[in-house]
């Protein structure tokens, strides 16, 4: 692979990575700001509400005077939020039309909503406006320089004065300012370390392609120079008869030097990837890792963080809706059937004027024309003067107040009830993780009455307790069993691209470990490959260039066996050259794809004894052959390329042998194939490392063959090469600490 290619490669993973993250983040911008827009919608109508309902109750009027009656029409269904909203709208006008409020207490407004998002967690920017709905003219607002931009959420619209067109709205601008400069920052440094991970991945690649590209050059550099030998090594030989000891002495040393130039910038090859920096790649690789896990645990427990706190918000806000129901709907209506006397839990003691106005005319619209409405009195009730967090929660504590008062015995609390309305809240918001209500003495905590288990785990959620009385002797509390699967669904939009990109950054450091074994196995091979070059080249000129030198100089005048001797020294070192040559052309020929055989029958017996016979005669160690072939097994194939072959497999079996090699070669035919099998009794081939062996420059780790062999990882592979190139093949069968049996197969003749 070229490097542009993986540079490419690399920038094109890194941008789609970055823009799933990007995906991720747009996507929990716009549902947070969604859910945010519903929030203040919310919290814009209770401020709206409790201002205007603390106007009422500022009115110069005794407790319990009905100063507006808010109704609507019976045909157009309004919930009770939408009535409620459409009442307070009503009541802002009549208050400014018929009580002469001079203006909207605007400020106030302000500070309730702001308390209000406080307590929801919204804290961006806040502005309140008072504007004409016909014109678009801004004719009061709480922050006037305050800049709106794409980031704002403009709420709803509340009128205070219809018959003018004067509204009121609530502008809040980056309402999740925080969450996102959080995560802006969390982003840049995944971001960072993926793009650290990515340049380190690039140029740790491109070392290995700089790297195997000197190992060509340096293999190509010996090709060369065994193929130039061939010529000179063969004058060498035609020289010896004539004894041209001195020609012969030249031209060995004229190849030596040869030598040792290609052998010199071998040596500085490998000296270009020091320690070193293996050490540093190393050491990137462990932090990478560290990081990653540490950066995704900061990220995952941030993201859980903000989805536990938003889904405890919203836990406790439908807890208090249950507790509102359970006392509006069933406590009061309890209280109402018991004491039928008391049709308000508040007295009305009169009305005002503009009141005994409304209702003669909603009776005569009501016998006249057939038009009937819902309402609902607006009382002054001084002591409701205080800003609560939420009117809900008050209202409900104003009615209990109430009912404890009046009823006796008292109404109890009904768990079941509010653990219905619980539920059902719960289901609206998505929230289906199961719920039930405790009632509970305080402060000891013991447990009065629940609806589901009484104990309450480690992973569950609890709202905070509401008391049930003044004293707040008894109090209850809503539990929430295990969200935990509810909270991590929430953020699913983050938690996926972040997956992602840590699965890429991981992949990009494991890349870089197995990149950073492959240089190291390289660099063994190089140095291995260098090393056999100089015993295969330089010791035999060695040999030539000193057997001439000692025949030059006539010593051995009288001795016609050393003479005869250091001839067939000299002779065995040429042909050596000679076979070293016709190797390398090959290797050359198979890196090439120009592999030429020269196919001819071959009596397999014969070639076997005498490949035995050399393995026999050089061999350190104590080495026994067992040779099962009958004399009429022929193969047709390459003499030479043969003779390679079974080279290869006899030398890796006494290398990879204990001190005694027993070799047992048999030759049998089957299923259209001649099958040479080579079977040795040696260390072995671990199970997992026997697909590799076939491969260029593979070979055993040092460790697991135990015996500390160098090698370069081109014999084996030369075998495949050869047996493919024969439509044959090549297996191999061992047992780790037993024996390895390779099997070549070649197509009957």
């Known amino acids: 692979m070229k490097s542009r290619s993986v540079i490419n490669i690399s920038i094109i993973g890194l941008l789609f990575i970055v823009l799933i993250q990007l995906g991720g983040m747009v996507y929990a911008y716009k549902t947070q700001m969604k859910e945010a827009e519903q929030s203040i919608n919310k919290y814009f109508w209770m401020a709206f509400t409790e201002t205007v309902d603390d106007i009422v109750n500022n009115l110069p009027y005794p407790d319990g005077t009905k100063v507006n009656i808010i109704h609507y029409p019976v045909r157009l269904k309004l919930g009770k939020n939408e009535f409620v909203n459409r009442g307070m709208q009503q009541t802002a006008q009549v208050l400014q039309k018929v009580y002469k409020l001079k203006e909207f207490p605007l400020a106030k407004f302000d500070s309730l909503l702001h308390k209000k998002l406080e307590y929801a967690d919204i804290k961006g920017k806040v502005t309140v406006e008072r504007f004409n709905v016909n014109t678009g003219e801004i004719l009061e607002s709480t922050n006037a320089g305050m800049r709106t931009t794409i980031a704002a959420i403009t709420s709803e619209k509340a009128f205070i004065y219809k018959d003018r067109g004067e509204a009121v709205r609530a502008i809040v601008v980056f309402p999740f300012a925080n969450i996102m400069r959080n995560v802006l920052i969390l982003f840049a440094v995944t971001f960072l370390l993926l793009g650290v991970a990515v340049y380190a991945l690039v140029l740790q690649i491109k070392s290995l392609i700089r790297q195997q590209n000197n190992l060509q050059e340096q293999q190509q550099d010996f090709y060369v120079l065994a193929e130039q030998m061939r010529e000179p090594v063969i004058e060498i030989i035609s020289e010896m008869p004539r004894e041209n000891w001195n020609v012969i002495e030249e031209k060995s040393t004229s190849l030596l030097g040869m030598t040792e130039k290609t052998l010199s910038k071998a040596k500085t090859e490998a000296l270009l990837n020091p320690a070193r920096k293996r050490i540093s790649l190393k050491t990137f690789s462990i932090i990478g890792l560290t990081g990653i896990f540490l950066l995704l645990a900061i990220w995952s427990a941030y993201l859980y963080r903000i989805s536990y706190e938003r889904m405890e918000f919203k836990v406790q806000d439908n807890f208090e809706k249950a507790f509102y129901d359970e006392t509006y709907y069933n406590r009061c209506i309890s209280f109402f059937s018991v004491y039928k006397d008391r049709k308000e839990v508040i007295k009305v003691t009169r009305n005002t004027p503009y009141v005994d106005r409304f209702l003669e005319n909603i009776r005569k619209l009501?016998?006249?024309?057939?038009?009937?409405?819902?309402?609902?009195?607006?009382?002054?009730?001084?002591?409701?003067?205080?800003?609560?967090?939420?009117?809900?929660?008050?209202?409900?504590?104003?009615?209990?107040?109430?009912?404890?008062?009046?009823?006796?015995?008292?109404?109890?609390?009904?768990?079941?009830?509010a653990d219905s309305v619980f539920a059902l809240e719960l289901h609206k918001n998505d929230i289906s993780s199961e719920s039930d209500i405790q009632k509970l003495a305080y402060p000891s905590g013991e447990l009065l009455a629940h609806t589901g288990k009484p104990h309450v785990g480690i992973m569950d959620m609890t709202t905070k307790l509401i008391p049930l009385d003044k004293d707040s002797t008894e109090c209850v509390r809503g539990v929430v069993r295990s969200p935990q699967s509810h909270i991590v669904a929430s953020i699913w939009y983050m938690l996926l691209p972040l997956g992602i990109t840590f699965l890429f950054i991981c992949i990009c450091v494991c890349i870089q470990i197995h990149i950073e074994r492959l240089q190291r196995r390289l660099k063994q091979f190089q140095q291995d490959f260098t090393y056999s070059m100089i015993h295969d080249m330089k010791s035999p000129l060695n040999s030539i260039m000193m057997g001439a030198h000692v025949l030059m100089g006539g010593k051995l005048a009288n001795k016609p066996e050393k003479i005869e001797k250091y001839k067939q020294l000299m002779h065995d070192e040429c042909e050596h050259l000679l076979t070293l040559s016709g190797k390398v052309l090959m290797l050359t020929q198979i890196d090439r794809g120009e592999l030429q055989l020269h196919k001819e029958t071959v009596v397999l017996l014969p070639l076997l004894k005498d490949v035995t016979e050399k393995f026999l005669l050089k061999a350190i160690?104590?080495?026994?052959?067992?040779?099962?072939?009958?004399?009429?097994?022929?193969?047709?194939?390459?003499?030479?390329?043969?003779?390679?072959?079974?080279?290869?497999?006899?030398?890796?079996?006494?290398k990879y042998s204990k001190d005694e090699v027993e070799?047992?070669?048999?030759?049998?035919?089957?299923?259209?194939?001649?099958?040479?099998?080579?079977?040795d009794n040696g260390i072995g081939i671990p199970l997992k490392e026997q697909q590799k062996i076939f491969g260029k420059f593979e070979r055993l780790p040092a460790g697991s063959r135990k015996s500390g062999v160098s090698g370069f990882g081109l014999g084996l592979n030369y075998v495949q090469q050869v047996m493919e190139a024969h439509n044959g093949t090549v297996a191999v069968e061992s047992v780790e600490g037993s024996y390895s049996e390779f099997v070549i197969r070649f197509p009957l003749c």
Not at 369 to 379: E, T
Not at 626 to 645: G, P, Q, S, W
Request: aromatic fraction near 14%; charged fraction near 20%; include cysteine.
């Open 366 to 417: 009501s016998v006249e024309k057939g038009y009937h409405f819902w309402m609902n009195g607006i009382l002054v009730y001084h002591i409701y003067n205080k800003y609560d967090v939420n009117s809900q929660l008050h209202a409900a504590y104003t009615m209990q107040d109430s009912i404890n008062n009046s009823a006796q015995p008292p109404i109890v609390f009904s768990t079941q009830f």
């Open 621 to 654: 160690k104590k080495v026994h052959f067992t040779l099962d072939c009958k004399e009429n097994y022929l193969v047709y194939a390459d003499m030479f390329c043969l003779r390679e072959v079974i080279n290869n497999l006899i030398d890796n079996a006494i």
């Open 663 to 679: 070799i047992a070669i048999s030759c049998e035919e089957s299923d259209g194939f001649t099958m040479i099998k080579v079977r």
